[in-house]
Nanobody, 125 residues
Framework: QVQLVESGGGLVQAGGSLRLSCAVSGRTFSTLSMGWFRQAPGKERDFVASITWSGSSTNYPNSVKGRFTVSRDNAKNTVYLQRNSLKPEDTAVYYC??????????????????WGQGTQVTGSS
Protein backbone atom coordinates (compact mmCIF):
# COMPACT_ATOMS: atom_id res chain seq x y z
CA GLN A 1 0.00 0.00 0.00
CA VAL A 2 1.40 3.35 -1.04
CA GLN A 3 1.47 5.98 1.68
CA LEU A 4 2.27 9.67 1.38
CA VAL A 5 2.89 11.75 4.48
CA GLU A 6 3.27 15.53 4.24
CA SER A 7 5.04 17.64 6.83
CA GLY A 8 6.37 21.14 7.27
CA GLY A 9 3.18 23.16 7.36
CA GLY A 10 2.51 25.99 9.76
CA LEU A 11 2.06 29.73 10.12
CA VAL A 12 4.24 31.95 7.99
CA GLN A 13 4.35 35.70 7.66
CA ALA A 14 3.88 37.35 4.31
CA GLY A 15 7.13 37.36 2.41
CA GLY A 16 8.46 34.42 4.38
CA SER A 17 9.57 30.99 3.24
CA LEU A 18 8.59 27.47 4.10
CA ARG A 19 9.57 24.04 2.84
CA LEU A 20 7.07 21.22 2.72
CA SER A 21 8.13 17.59 2.57
CA CYS A 22 6.30 14.47 1.48
CA ALA A 23 7.65 11.05 2.37
CA VAL A 24 6.53 8.13 0.24
CA SER A 25 6.48 4.46 1.16
CA GLY A 26 5.05 1.26 -0.28
CA ARG A 27 6.30 1.64 -3.84
CA THR A 28 9.62 2.28 -5.52
CA PHE A 29 9.80 6.05 -5.41
CA SER A 30 11.64 6.40 -8.72
CA THR A 31 8.69 4.82 -10.56
CA LEU A 32 6.49 7.76 -9.60
CA SER A 33 6.13 11.30 -10.75
CA MET A 34 5.00 13.59 -7.96
CA GLY A 35 2.73 16.57 -7.66
CA TRP A 36 1.68 19.20 -5.17
CA PHE A 37 -1.80 20.65 -4.96
CA ARG A 38 -3.52 23.01 -2.58
CA GLN A 39 -7.05 23.63 -1.47
CA ALA A 40 -8.25 26.79 0.22
CA PRO A 41 -11.51 26.80 2.23
CA GLY A 42 -14.51 26.68 -0.06
CA LYS A 43 -12.40 26.34 -3.21
CA GLU A 44 -11.36 23.58 -5.56
CA ARG A 45 -8.08 21.75 -5.25
CA ASP A 46 -5.54 23.54 -7.47
CA PHE A 47 -2.30 22.47 -9.04
CA VAL A 48 0.88 23.90 -7.53
CA ALA A 49 3.83 21.93 -8.92
CA SER A 50 4.89 18.58 -10.32
CA ILE A 51 8.10 16.75 -11.07
CA THR A 52 9.07 13.68 -13.07
CA TRP A 53 10.76 10.66 -11.54
CA SER A 54 14.26 11.89 -12.33
CA GLY A 55 13.64 15.50 -11.44
CA SER A 56 14.66 16.55 -14.94
CA SER A 57 11.28 18.09 -15.72
CA THR A 58 9.06 20.26 -13.56
CA ASN A 59 5.77 22.03 -14.09
CA TYR A 60 4.19 25.06 -12.37
CA PRO A 61 1.15 27.26 -12.87
CA ASN A 62 1.81 30.95 -13.50
CA SER A 63 0.47 31.83 -10.06
CA VAL A 64 3.48 30.30 -8.30
CA LYS A 65 6.15 30.27 -10.98
CA GLY A 66 9.30 31.91 -9.68
CA ARG A 67 8.19 31.61 -6.04
CA PHE A 68 7.77 27.86 -5.56
CA THR A 69 10.30 25.14 -6.36
CA VAL A 70 9.62 21.42 -6.40
CA SER A 71 12.46 18.94 -5.96
CA ARG A 72 12.95 15.36 -4.94
CA ASP A 73 15.49 13.08 -3.34
CA ASN A 74 15.02 9.54 -4.62
CA ALA A 75 17.45 8.17 -2.04
CA LYS A 76 15.17 9.48 0.72
CA ASN A 77 11.86 8.74 -1.02
CA THR A 78 10.89 12.33 -0.46
CA VAL A 79 9.58 15.20 -2.55
CA TYR A 80 9.85 18.82 -1.43
CA LEU A 81 8.08 22.08 -2.13
CA GLN A 82 10.09 25.19 -1.34
CA ARG A 83 7.80 28.17 -1.06
CA ASN A 84 9.24 31.69 -1.05
CA SER A 85 7.72 35.15 -0.98
CA LEU A 86 4.61 33.79 0.61
CA LYS A 87 1.35 35.70 0.33
CA PRO A 88 -1.77 35.47 2.49
CA GLU A 89 -3.57 33.97 -0.51
CA ASP A 90 -1.19 31.01 -0.34
CA THR A 91 -3.10 29.88 2.73
CA ALA A 92 -4.46 26.41 2.06
CA VAL A 93 -4.11 22.75 2.84
CA TYR A 94 -1.26 21.44 0.73
CA TYR A 95 -1.38 17.91 -0.62
CA CYS A 96 1.24 15.79 -2.31
CA UNK A 97 0.24 13.18 -4.83
CA UNK A 98 1.88 10.37 -6.77
CA UNK A 99 1.35 9.37 -10.39
CA UNK A 100 2.34 5.93 -11.69
CA UNK A 101 3.45 7.47 -14.99
CA UNK A 102 6.97 8.48 -14.01
CA UNK A 103 8.01 10.52 -17.03
CA UNK A 104 5.20 13.06 -17.12
CA UNK A 105 4.74 15.92 -14.67
CA UNK A 106 0.99 16.33 -14.87
CA UNK A 107 -0.99 19.38 -13.76
CA UNK A 108 -4.25 17.42 -13.75
CA UNK A 109 -5.26 16.07 -10.37
CA UNK A 110 -7.15 13.26 -12.09
CA UNK A 111 -3.82 11.82 -13.24
CA UNK A 112 -2.70 11.08 -9.71
CA UNK A 113 -3.21 7.71 -8.13
CA UNK A 114 -2.19 8.28 -4.52
CA TRP A 115 -2.69 11.21 -2.17
CA GLY A 116 -1.45 12.33 1.20
CA GLN A 117 -3.63 13.66 3.98
CA GLY A 118 -2.47 17.22 3.57
CA THR A 119 -0.69 19.79 5.69
CA GLN A 120 -2.08 23.21 6.61
CA VAL A 121 -0.16 26.31 5.64
CA THR A 122 -1.41 29.65 6.89
CA GLY A 123 0.01 32.92 5.66
CA SER A 124 -0.37 36.02 7.79
CA SER A 125 -0.22 39.58 6.55
Amino acid sequence: QVQLVESGGGLVQAGGSLRLSCAVSGRTFSTLSMGWFRQAPGKERDFVASITWSGSSTNYPNSVKGRFTVSRDNAKNTVYLQRNSLKPEDTAVYYCAADRIPAFASADLRAYDYWGQGTQVTGSS
